[in-house]
C-alpha cells in the first residue's frame, strides 16, 4: 500500500470549476491503476475516472465526461482530476485510490482493482 493525499477541494457555484490534486500518486507494483472515486453520506462509493500507470487507457463515468479530466505527472506522482462544469450533484467527498494491475490489463470497471490504497479525501460542494 501507498500514502495517498488528497487537496483542492472546496466550495464553488454551479458552472464553476476546480482541480483536485492527490500527491503519492505511485505503486509498489510495476503495473497499476490510480483513480479518483467520490461518495456521499449514506451512499455508494462511486468511480469517477481511472487510468493506468502509463498515463493512458483513460476511464470517465458517464455523469462526468466532457467535463473532468485525470491525467498523472508520474514524474512528481502527482494525479489530478480537472473539473469543469460543475453541478450540484457533483457535491462528494473525493477520494484518490491505487491498485495493482494485471500486465496486459486495463483500469475499466470490473476488470480492474481491488484498489486497496485510498486517501482520507478532499470535499468538494457545489450551490446552485
Known amino acids: 500500500q501507498v500514502q495517498l493525499e488528497e487537496s483542492g477541494g472546496g466550495s464553488v457555484q454551479a458552472g464553476g470549476s476546480l482541480r483536485l490534486r492527490c500527491a503519492g500518486a505511485?505503486?509498489?507494483?510495476?503495473?497499476?491503476?490510480l483513480g479518483w472515486f467520490r461518495q456521499v453520506p449514506g451512499g455508494d462509493r462511486e468511480r469517477v475516472a481511472t487510468?493506468?500507470?502509463?498515463?493512458?487507457?483513460?476511464y470517465y463515468a458517464d455523469s462526468v465526461k466532457d467535463r473532468f479530466t485525470i491525467s498523472l505527472d508520474s514524474t512528481n506522482n502527482t494525479l489530478y482530476l480537472e473539473m469543469n462544469g460543475l453541478k450540484p450533484e457533483d457535491t462528494a467527498l473525493y477520494l484518490c485510490?491505487?491498485?495493482?494491475?494485471?500486465?496486459?490489463?486495463?483500469?475499466?470497471?470490473?476488470?480492474?482493482?481491488?484498489?486497496?490504497?485510498w486517501g482520507r479525501g478532499t470535499q468538494v460542494s457545489v450551490s446552485s
Open positions: 505511485t505503486y509498489t507494483t510495476p503495473w497499476f491503476c
Open positions: 487510468l493506468m500507470q502509463t498515463g493512458l487507457g483513460k
Open positions: 485510490a491505487a491498485g495493482p494491475r494485471q500486465f496486459g490489463g486495463d483500469c475499466y470497471p470490473g476488470s480492474d482493482g481491488p484498489y486497496d490504497s
